[in-house]
Structures are given as C-alpha cells and as structure tokens.
C-alpha cells in the first residue's frame, strides 16, 4: 500500500518570504499523480497544484511551485511571496494511474502560518 | 457553480442514534469518495462509487453504509453512531475521463460530534 509522509507538523513564514513544505511517499508504482490540497479555516479542500509522474518539468501554479524527485520520492511544496491569505492545513496527496478509480492517499498535514 | 454539496454542515448526535449524510455534485461525475479527517491523521477513505449502483469499502468503512441511487447523489449513513465517529466528514467526486480526470474535487464537510 502506497504512504504519504509529512515530517513537518508545522511551519511558519515571514510575509514575503519563501518556505517549502516537504512530503515524501512509498509505492512500487512507476506511474501515479501527486498532489498538494491547501485547507484554510473554513475547512474547504482546494487544490493548489498537481503534478504527473511521468513528466520530468515541475509543475508550476503562480507563486507555488513543486520540487519532484522521482528516484528519492519526494514531492515538495514551494511557496514564494508568502501572503497572509496562504495560511492553512497543507496536504500532500498520492493517487495511482492505474485505474481511474483509485482514491487519494493523503499525508497528515503542515499547518503553515504566516507572520506579518 | 454549485460543484459539491454536502449537507448538514454541523450536526450532534447522542451515541446508538442514526443519520445520514448526503453528498450532491452537479458536474456529472462518475466518481464519488467519502473521507473523514481526524486531528493528526489527514483525510481517511471509508466508502467509494465508481458509478450509479455501486459502493466499495476504503480504509475505514466499519460503522458506516453508503448508497448511490442516483448518480449525482452519494449518501454516508450511521446506523448507531458511536463517539469514535466524531470527525470531519468530507465528500469528494471526480471524472474518469477528460483534462480533470485526475482531480477530486470537495465538498466543504460535515462537523459531527457523537456524545
């Protein structure tokens, strides 16, 4: 069974600053889609960006950014220009590619929280 | 836009009680997932539907039942609610097919405390 690891509970970040929040994941499938989901306050899942195991460029969404290192299985969150608005549950998310129906494998989360 | 539904936001129940929870998408999505997310545990699967008239069990299903009568609809039932059933409950959808086909798209969830 595929895992989901964050190793960071929580973080924080200076308004404007850059933080990367880690994750890192098992599986013995060559084929998959990774994912990070931001949960603010109000408990909504939103999906920040995605990317897809067989391409190399890493996905880039506005100010978030992903690090994806296939062979070390990690998958890192990027966030430049940190705005107070970016404060939330991060999470990390695993979903295999063969089979359309396979459902997520979340991690347990990083709270971030932003300093003005 | 509406995309998915869940209803009741809030809702307390004594223990051995029922309800049911109920999940609507109006993006025509085969799809549909059932999570609940504990403090420190991310989100769980308990049930899913790959389409109108089936269920299948995720990781955490004792304690609960799903149906899906109709495709835009998946409901999340306790037939005697227990307070390790306290959690947040959040409903997902997705399609199998098309640019998206990947991204599960959520509800806003469900607060529920069993005392």
């Known amino acids: 069974a595929q895992t989901v690891t964050q190793s960071q509970p929580e973080m924080s970040v200076q308004e404007a600053e850059t933080v990367t929040l880690s994750c890192t994941y098992d599986?013995?499938?060559?084929?998959?889609?990774l994912f990070w989901y931001k949960q603010p306050p109000s408990r909504q899942m939103i999906l920040v960006i995605r990317?897809?195991?067989?391409?190399?460029q890493n996905a880039t969404e506005n100010r978030f950014s992903v690090n994806f290192q296939k062979a070390a299985k990690s998958f890192s969150l990027k966030i430049s220009d940190s705005q107070l608005g970016d404060a939330a549950m991060y999470f990390c998310?695993?979903?295999?590619?063969?089979?359309?129906?396979?459902?997520?494998?979340f991690g347990k989360g990083t709270r971030l929280s932003v300093i003005a | 836009n509406a995309g998915v539904t869940q209803t009741p936001k809030f809702r307390v129940l004594k223990t051995g009680q029922s309800m049911t929870l109920l999940c609507a998408q109006d993006?025509?999505?085969?799809?549909m997932y059932w999570y609940r997310q504990d403090p420190g545990m991310g989100l769980r699967l308990i049930h899913y539907?790959?389409?109108?008239?089936?269920?299948a069990k995720g990781e955490v299903p004792d304690g609960y039942n799903v149906s899906r009568l109709k495709k835009q609809n998946f409901l999340l039932g306790l037939e005697s609610a227990a307070p390790s059933q306290t959690s947040v409950y959040f409903c997902?959808?997705?399609?199998?097919?098309?640019?998206?086909?990947?991204?599960?798209?959520f509800g806003a969830g469900t607060r529920l405390s069993v005392l």
């Open positions: 998310a695993y979903r295999s590619a063969y089979s359309g129906n396979t459902p997520l494998v």
């Open positions: 599986t013995s499938e060559s084929d998959y889609y």
């Open positions: 990317q897809e195991a067989y391409k190399q």
């Open positions: 539907s790959v389409g109108e008239g089936t269920t």
């Open positions: 993006m025509n999505h085969e799809y």
């Open positions: 997902a959808s997705s399609q199998p097919s098309g640019g998206n086909k990947n991204i599960q798209y």
